[in-house]
């Protein structure tokens, strides 16, 4: 067992399902991992194995049918798969975020109807708040849902109990698991009446057929093609005059106006999520550096013996280990119940800078190998870009942060 990014205080359940995982991500994963990637073939076999383990539904509920675990030992389990293959991560990452926003916030029939079926990974989620025009800027989005009176979805004629329904028009971008996914949480301005731009948008369950092509007024034209993060579709969503009943509301009635609110509540424990794929990632990154550094020579001895070398060591060490505690930390503290917009911006600030800079060393490291797609060392070097920019770049990260201190520590003018 390594020595570095442990865990204190975990329970008994916890400590086995990460021995599960961790014997599944050495068996299952990583033989297969860079094979996959260079193909950017989707890894079917894996999620089939990850749902006969109850990965999909970890956080749902016993009374729907999941493992009712915290967020914390989601977390840890994302750490162990992204070690493995982050892509595979992100399989469940957008599934977790929408499963966890039907939990919240949605109403008694949506956790009734959507939430075992998930549990088990049949329906899959996908989560959406990007357009082409604007990404962390949340409140530049202009897809909207006019709400008409009478109705039902797509015209079949399903009503919602008051016959409202709402159509959707516009563009959304970078959703992971896009096509594959049976519902996506889905935010748009509905131009409520609020003062605030903030309560004039609303996060719809758009319910759909998985796969590329047109269904109804959702359209998921292709996978776009990446520098990393293959194996597992990134897609956008084209929305033509989409109706549904205003049942699809997230939270029903209570939830009109409220979809900044509640997605900015998922986001939070996605930048947990990325955090801990961030530590997968360097993790896996310091194994390869320390291994090879024990086994290449130069001028007659292990690299590793060359204090240049040892001190990289090290430093990439320390960075493993900071990361990890300010993700564990962070986590705990949502599963406290408290707020954890700052500890998430935190941790996923500094867990995603410092897997950037130990996964170049262990680039380094490598030296001309580390250029070779036999290595593995290749792959983790093209995906750890993404963990900067995924659920917010460090720029918006550090915004965040610094607002909040701001106001903490305002002095009296």
Partial sequence: MSRIAQTDDLTDVQRDILAAVRTFVDKEILPFATQLEHADEYPESIVESMKEMGLFGITIPEQYGGLGESLLTYALVVEEIARGWMSVAGVVNTHFIVAYLIGRHGSAEQRSRLLPRMATGELRGAFSMSEPGCGSDVAAITSRADRKAGGGRNGEGEGDGDGDVYVLNGQKMWLTNGARAGIVATLVKTDEGAESVYRNMTTFLLEKEPGFGTHGGITIPGSIDKLGYKGIETTEMILTDHRVPAASILGGDDGRGQGFYQMMDGVEVGRVNVAARACGIMIRAFELAIAYAQTRRAFGRPIAEHQAIAFKLAEMATKVEAGHLM???????????????????????????????????????????????????????????????????????????????????????
């Fill in 327 to 413: 993700m564990v930390s962070a986590a705990r503290k949502k599963d406290s119940g408290q707020r954890n917009d700052v500890e998430a911006g935190m941790a996923k600030y500094l867990a995603s800078e410092y897997c950037h800079e130990v996964t170049t060393e262990a680039f380094r490291i490598h030296g001309g190998y580390g250029y070779s797609k036999e290595y593995e060392i290749e792959r983790l070097y093209r995906e750890a870009p993404f963990m900067l920019i995924g659920e917010g770049t460090s720029e918006i990260q550090k915004r965040i942060i610094s607002r909040a201190l701001l106001r903490e520590y305002e002095t009296a003018r």
